[in-house]
């Protein structure tokens, strides 16, 4: 099976921009996630997609906004970007099950290296 | 909120040589817990996870972990280190907001 995929892995752009962050899910998978990693605050939670649907968000400002698809693929957005902005975003996908609390792996893909200048 | 602790943001160890990376979790949580490894410009990779049963949890590449609920720790364990092993390894906690709580990360070198 393919694994997470992300695109781009590479990204720089300058502040005041916004950007479009890309994922598709492990085939099966329709549960989504999304992480910020950087080396101050570590890995720090965004928001989670099942069917479409969001369905819990992280503590992080609005011009951070994601959507799913129908295939579960998934897409995250950040507007107005801040130097602060800079980071590794992580998406990661997970096969849940009927009644499970989030007891299900977190399967990563290898991210999108974002840069702000 | 939950929170998981790190205490150790480097760890070294001979190669050959068992390894722990320790890690402690929140009570106020339930105890889904998670290790995950990342090495240079990847992602995270799942090893292994404590969900319920017994403390002892075996893993991927020959990790295991082991839960004590009375010392709310869970520390990542290898009988004997390789130099591939050199990575940084993230505990993590899950519950029921869908969402995982993260350690600092320890990054681990093995040397030869």
């Known amino acids: 099976k393919a694994g997470v995929t992300q695109t781009p892995r590479y990204l720089i752009k300058t502040r005041g921009q916004q950007v479009t962050l890309s994922c598709s899910p492990i085939?099966?998978?329709?549960?989504v996630s999304w992480y910020q990693q950087t080396p101050g605050q570590g890995l720090q939670f965004l928001f989670e997609?099942?069917?479409?649907?969001?369905?819990n968000k992280g503590n992080f400002p609005g011009r951070f906004s994601g959507r799913q698809f129908s295939n579960s693929r998934s897409e995250m957005n950040v507007s107005t970007l801040e130097l602060g902005d800079s980071a590794l975003y992580l998406c990661?996908?997970?096969?849940?099950?009927?009644?499970?609390?989030?007891?299900?792996?977190?399967?990563f893909g290898n991210g999108t290296r974002l840069t702000v200048t | 909120a939950q929170s998981v602790a790190q205490p150790e943001d480097q760890v070294n160890v001979a190669e050959g040589n068992p390894l722990t990376v320790k890690c402690t979790y929140s009570v106020s949580g339930n105890p889904y817990l998670f290790w995950y490894v990342q090495y240079p410009n990847r992602g995270l990779q799942f090893l292994l996870k404590?969900?319920?049963?017994?403390?002892l949890v075996k893993g991927s590449y020959g990790f295991e972990a082991e839960f004590n609920k009375s010392q709310t720790s869970f520390h990542l364990k290898k009988p004997s280190a390789l130099v591939s092993d050199s990575a940084l390894y993230f505990c993590?906690?899950?519950?029921?907001?869908?969402?995982?709580?993260f350690g600092s990360g320890t990054q681990l070198t093995v040397l030869p």
């Open positions: 993590a906690q899950g519950g029921s907001a869908r969402q995982l709580t």
């Open positions: 990661a996908s997970s096969l849940e099950r009927r009644g499970a609390h989030y007891n299900s792996p977190l399967h």
């Open positions: 404590y969900i319920t049963g017994d403390n």
């Open positions: 085939s099966g998978h329709r549960s």
């Open positions: 997609y099942f069917s479409e649907t969001q369905r």
